[in-house]
């Protein structure tokens, strides 16, 4: 059975910093493309960072020089270091999995950015 865990999500005043992790069960890991999307309320849910099985980043440009991306293959977790948070940036945040044949989800963390 395919699990993935989001973890990390909080509240943080705007300014502040979180690292949210993800953490893979059931899969092969190192062969997935892993990638970071949110959810804000009435909102359709979007990309936010992506990372390849080969470690090529990509960023949504709302986030480009705040957030990254990493993954650690031998604990089969991909992270987001969240830095200069902002209130836009509050939404329930999802990991994604996905190759060729795949496409597997987590079931989100909440992150708030308010003062």
């Known amino acids: 059975q395919v699990q993935l865990v989001e973890s990390g999500g909080d509240l943080v005043q705007p300014g502040g910093s979180l690292r949210l992790s993800c953490t893979a069960s059931?899969?092969?890991?190192?062969?997935?493309?892993m990638g970071w999307y949110r959810q804000a309320p009435g909102k359709q849910r979007e990309l936010v960072a992506t990372i390849t099985s080969r470690e090529t980043t990509n960023y949504a440009d709302s986030v480009k020089g705040r957030f990254t991306i990493s993954r650690n293959n031998a604990k089969n977790t991909v992270y987001l270091q969240m830095n200069t948070l902002k209130p836009d940036d509050t939404a329930v945040y999802y990991c994604?999995?996905?190759?060729?044949?795949?496409?597997?989800w987590g079931q989100g963390t909440q992150v708030t950015v308010s003062s």
């Open positions: 994604n999995a996905k190759n060729s044949y795949k496409n597997y």
């Open positions: 059931g899969v092969l890991f190192i062969i997935y493309d």
